[in-house]
């Protein structure tokens, strides 16, 4: 048995096999080199939302890509990038599959921060932090901050505000090309940016962060049995209740 780095197992793939759940898709996209690359995810995870092809489909899927006869979902990544407020020098960036988190950390005070679109001034909240995610990240934790769940090839990007002290901030869907910055106005220093995560960053005051869209993208092997919806309906038990007390008066 040979065990290799992964870095080295991309630089010699045709396509890559990958057993787990969405965070172990989440792990390797974060592999240099990877984005090229077809990827055939099996859920033997929980959820699996970017794990669609279950582990009774290995074998089928298997002939599938040998034989070239599968299609690719391309999934759309982001880009954050961390400046340092005094001399506004970049000192990270790094891409996403599925978001970048601005939030306190352990410190139980509320963050303060800026938000820019493109340069024009957006708002001001204090709360617990902001999320941006991609299509793919929408089903995440932006879902459970009360963000919209989008379809996967729109070109879009989420913003979602956790816990806002103003309630009337709500959600927004603007345009991927749209460049987002974050100015950090709160006066401590216990506030994290988080890189899918994957990875964290401590931020300053002043710190700007700005995210848009990756160049790259994440290639994901569909499987032949279903679409992205049900998915969606299956993942998220739409419509159980229904089904539950249809089945009761049958047996009825």
Request: charged share 20%; proline share 5%; glycine share 8%.
């Amino acid at each position: 048995c040979i065990f290799m780095q992964a870095e080295e197992i991309v630089r010699h793939a045709d396509a890559l096999i990958v057993f787990g759940g969405d965070g172990t898709i989440l792990r390797v996209s974060h592999i240099p080199g990877v984005t090229g690359i077809p990827i055939l995810p099996i859920n033997i995870g929980t959820l699996g939302f970017l794990t669609e092809v279950g582990l009774d489909e290995l074998y089928t899927a298997l002939e599938y890509v040998i034989d070239g006869n599968y299609e690719l979902d391309e999934r759309m990544m982001l880009r954050a990038r961390l400046y340092e407020p005094e001399a506004n020098e970049l000192i990270v960036e790094r891409h996403a599959l599925n978001d970048a988190v601005i939030n306190k950390g352990a410190f139980s005070k509320m963050i303060w921060f800026e938000s820019y679109i493109d340069g024009v001034y957006m708002a001001t909240c204090n709360g617990d932090g902001l999320i941006v995610s991609t299509p793919s990240g929408c089903t995440a934790y932006s879902l459970s901050a009360g963000g919209p769940i989008v379809s996967p090839n729109l070109n879009v990007l989420i913003i979602t505000y956790i816990c806002p002290h103003n309630l009337t901030f709500r959600p927004q869907v603007v345009p991927a090309e749209a460049k987002i910055s974050i100015v950090v106005k709160s006066t401590h220093s216990n506030i994290l940016l988080s890189i899918d995560g994957q990875e964290v960053f401590n931020l300053k005051p002043d710190s700007i962060v700005e995210i848009d869209k990756a160049p790259e993208t994440i290639k994901l092997i569909r499987s032949h049995k279903r679409s992205y919806y049900e998915i969606l309906r299956t993942k998220l038990k739409w419509g159980e209740t229904v089904k539950k007390l249809d089945e009761s008066r049958i047996s009825v």
